[in-house]
């Protein structure tokens, strides 16, 4: 079993900045690839950014690349999103999740920190 535990998320203005941090335990973090995700009201889990075990491989979806980045500190078992230029339609739960590398379904979420922007 992987826990993961998000934190970082907030109120922020439009155009402002937000870190959010996922720190994980349980078993062996550089096993894992780890993703961020959001959920928006009334909307499906979204795919937001991926980074693989090593940290040399990472994805974003498109309409996020250039504002959003996504890192791993392994002797920190912790993984980070960066988010800049902040958007209202960012405002969401952002949930971090990890997958053991080589398997494709996420298996292990955390319990989401709620990231409001505000115009």
């Known amino acids: 079993q992987v826990q993961l535990v998000e934190s970082g998320g907030g109120l922020v203005q439009v155009g402002g900045s937000l870190r959010l941090s996922c720190a994980a335990s349980?078993?062996?973090?550089?096993?894992?690839?780890m993703g961020w995700f959001r959920q928006a009201p009334g909307k499906e889990r979204e795919l937001v950014a991926t980074?693989?075990?090593?940290?040399?491989?990472?994805y974003y979806v498109d309409s996020l690349r250039g504002r959003f980045t996504i890192s791993r500190d392994n002797a920190k078992n912790t993984v980070y999103l960066q988010m800049n230029r902040l958007k209202p339609e960012d405002t969401a739960v952002y949930y971090c999740?990890?997958?053991?590398?080589?398997?494709?379904?996420?298996?292990?979420w955390g319990q989401g920190t709620q990231v409001t922007v505000s115009s």
């Open positions: 980074i693989s075990w090593s940290g040399r491989r990472t």
């Open positions: 349980g078993r062996t973090f550089s096993n894992y690839d």
């Open positions: 999740s990890a997958k053991e590398s080589g398997k494709y379904e996420y298996d292990y």
